[in-house]
């Protein structure tokens, strides 16, 4: 009897663990227990500074700049960050979540997405996406001219997005079918603003031959 009960406790703690990593629906109003504002945040000032002494920097020669900022700045980090917000800021726009969108986004892409949200009510459908996994994460561009710094990430992820009407119908996408997503995704932190986020700035496809599109592009 005891050990039935210790091998549905493992077999519970698995599941969980796998759904964690593996992903999980977004658009069906479950709560959402995440902080957003942590993934892009500046490290705590009370503690000290860590760099990772191997991390390569040579082809981004703007992170000197972006560290006379913050001298606890690594681009390893920022890229693990920068993975966690594009989870939150797809599922927030799956369900059209403005207060956790408002504190993600510049604000040109709080305006598109907010206009994109709106159409959606209006015409009583309700995006349902799924991301599977995120295949790669690189970062492909760093400036910082002055007090603006911008990090530009290209995304390959496995998702579906699909939208439905109001009877579960889908009138747009594949739900049931992952299909690949490869985006750009630019993030910008205002160095010298006592807010530390960094904040989605721009999105921008990256290969035509992916056609999943489960948040809107902001680059015309």
Known sequence: M???ILYAAIATIICAMLFSVLGKNVGHGADNAIDPTKF???????????????????????????????????????LDQAQGAYGVILESFAEGDRDLLGELLTP????????????RDLNNLVQVTDLARIIHAEVT??????????????????????????????????ADMLSRSSEVWSFERNMADRNPNWLLADVAPSDSNFDADPTPDTTH
């Open 40 to 78: 892009m945040a500046k490290p705590d000032e009370d503690k000290p500074a860590v760099i990772d002494p191997v991390e390569d920097t040579g082809d981004f020669p703007d992170i000197a700049n972006i560290r006379a900022f913050d001298p606890g700045f690594s681009l390893n980090v920022f």
């Open 2 to 4: 005891y050990e039935v």
């Open 108 to 119: 040109k892409v709080y305006e598109v997405y907010d206009a994109a949200i709106t159409d």
């Open 141 to 174: 561009h760093v400036s910082c001219p002055d007090k603006v710094a911008r990090i530009s990430v290209s995304f390959d992820a496995e998702l579906s997005s699909a939208l439905k009407d109001a009877d579960g119908n889908v009138v747009q996408g594949e």
